[in-house]
């Protein structure tokens, strides 16, 4: 096929959750379309991560489709968080049940996309050679998809295994009787340790910043409460619509504010969510994350319910955290602080040994060098802009997104960014994304742009593009959300800051709903901020 030029109506770039229900409503509307996946099957997210241990913290009857109610009448989950192997079985399964291989090409990686502004058409290159023209490009890329891979010093020279926990291989990692790191201690790190420690024969943490992590409680899903949710399903993903995270509505919820309860109140009420577990604490109180005072309450709570579960003082120390509760994305984990009362686990603190390099046979730190049959990076992502910024984007007079976006990203809606038409993006940055469930989010994006792509076509139009006024009040709009709360208050991945020299940007919108309205009044008042033509 290298060197042969295809026509469709559109090109979606990967296969994930957000590829795969493109694809499908955009064949239910008729088009001719072509999804490249630089993986060997769907999934996205769920096919690369597979580390031991990686699971998704939003429940399982809420992280999964709900377009078809066949599909989630018919699929049943076994765990109140599904593993990695059950969530890319349902991906595999959503592909087969509703014939999406047939349009996926695998393997195939898109180098570039450039928009021809005299044929209306952008010009898509892959790894294999051949060319294709759309006229409409949906880059269903992911959030979490470029693996961090930070530039520690002689990273190339160790002679043992190596894992990114964004790059997992296929085949079983055995981890038995060896020596491994681990270097990071975000949601990936905290859900593979327990399981690595469990296996190697000495396990080294190198932490740079302490996480704060509430017990997941995961268990089996209980048939009965499947069988209740499903039965009242179209329900509970109404009611999670009108969540500001969109997700959650099935759990206590408290809309109150930590400092107008008493002390006790306020005790029992963070109690209750502790116990609920996992991420749905964040629903304790509405002013955890604008409020500093409030937030500190809520910081000491989870500290000392932490401090409980370690038994050495001087390790407890070491891991308590010391940014802002909630700024971080907050981590859910299964036994990840009792792992330190281990004794084959030693826990490091790189602000106070640092490492010097990566050497043939281990990691030397300023105190000295540690041998290592493997070393584990779980050193996160280049989160929401890396995967779009690393193609050769294009779009009128030539203008590449990474340029574009140099001093951080623009987009209006996080759905389009001007001068690049007909581009859009599942999700981009400037949209509730990563703050919010993913699935429903990328429902939400998917039925805008389809019904966008219809409304062009009866009204006969050929571009769609952001207009760059609309698209500054937005971005404008982005940053003030996040200026109202203390997200931007520590070195998160919101913000870019895990990644040398990224633009400090906050990079999701917060507020699900209020998101959903304004695309909806957008999209009455005629794609209100687009340009059409
Ligand atoms: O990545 P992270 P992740 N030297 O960026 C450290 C989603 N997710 O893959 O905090 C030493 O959170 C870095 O330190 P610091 C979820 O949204 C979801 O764990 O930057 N350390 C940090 O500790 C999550 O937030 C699920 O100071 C270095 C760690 O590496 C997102 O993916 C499961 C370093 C990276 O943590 C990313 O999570 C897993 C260096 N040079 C992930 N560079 C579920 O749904 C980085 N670090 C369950």
């Not at 990644?499 to 400090?504: E, F, L, Q, S, Y």
């Amino acid at each position: 096929m290298s060197g042969s030029t295809q026509r469709f109506d559109a090109v979606i770039i990967g296969a994930g959750f957000a590829g795969m229900y493109m694809l499908y409503r955009m064949r239910e509307m008729g088009l001719y379309v072509r999804v490249f996946e630089a993986g060997g099957d769907v999934g996205g997210t769920w096919y690369w991560n597979r580390y031991p241990g990686a699971r998704c913290d939003i429940e399982s009857m809420e992280y999964s489709y709900q377009f078809s109610d066949e599909l989630q009448q018919e699929w049943d989950w076994t765990e109140r968080y599904a593993a990695q192997p059950e969530i890319l079985s349902y991906a595999q399964h959503v592909a087969d049940r509703f014939d999406l291989r047939d349009d996926i090409q695998f393997n195939t990686r898109v180098e570039s996309a450039h928009f021809d502004e005299a044929g209306d058409v952008w010009r898509v290159t892959t790894s294999d050679g051949e060319t294709a023209t759309a006229r409409y490009v949906v880059a269903a890329t992911g959030c979490l998809s470029v693996p961090n891979e930070p530039d520690i010093p002689g990273s190339d020279s160790f002679e043992g295994e190596v894992y990114h926990t964004g790059r997992w291989p296929h085949e079983t990692v055995d981890f038995s009787g060896k020596r491994v790191a681990v270097i990071g201690t975000g949601s990936s790190a905290i859900q593979a340790i327990p399981l690595i420690a469990e296996q190697a024969a000495h396990l080294t943490v190198h932490q740079r910043t302490p996480n704060f992590s509430i017990p997941a409680r995961n268990g089996p899903l209980d048939p009965e409460l499947q069988r209740r949710i499903k039965a009242r399903y179209a329900d509970l993903r109404e009611r999670n619509k009108k969540m500001g995270f969109g997700f959650g509505a099935r759990h206590p919820q408290n809309q109150g504010f930590v400092m107008e309860m008493s002390a006790e109140e306020r005790e029992e009420w963070f109690e209750r969510f502790w116990n609920n577990g996992g991420l749905t604490f964040g629903l304790a109180f509405g002013d955890m994350i604008i409020d500093k005072e409030a937030n500190d309450v809520a910081a000491e709570f989870v500290k000392r319910k932490i401090r409980e579960r370690i038994e050495d003082p001087a390790v407890a120390d070491k891991l308590m955290p010391t940014s802002t509760f909630f700024c971080k994305r907050l981590c859910a984990d299964t036994d990840y602080f009792e792992t330190y009362n281990r004794d084959n686990v030693t826990l490091v603190d790189v602000n106070e040994d640092p490492i010097e390099t990566i050497t043939a046979t281990g990691i030397r730190t300023a105190s000295g060098e540690e041998s290592y049959d493997c070393i584990v990076f779980a050193t996160g992502f280049d989160a929401m802009t890396g995967a779009l910024t690393r193609m050769d984007i294009r779009g009128v007079d030539g203008l590449a997104l990474k340029d574009k976006w140099q001093a951080g990203p623009k987009t209006y809606l996080g759905l389009e960014t001007s001068g690049f038409p007909n581009l859009f993006m599942i999700p981009g940055p400037g949209s509730p994304s990563v703050l919010t469930n993913m699935l429903p989010s990328i429902e939400q994006h998917v039925d805008f742009i389809a019904d966008c792509m219809a409304y062009m076509d009866e009204h006969n139009l050929k571009r769609i593009d952001a207009d760059p006024d609309a698209e500054e009040a937005w971005v404008e709009h982005v940053n003030e959300v996040a200026d109202t709360t203390l997200y931007p208050s520590c070195n998160s991945w919101y913000l870019g800051a895990n990644i040398p020299g990224k633009a400090r940007v906050f990079l999701p919108l917060l507020g699900f709903p209020e998101y959903v309205e304004k695309c909806n009044e957008v999209a009455a008042n005629g794609y209100q901020g687009f340009r059409l033509s």
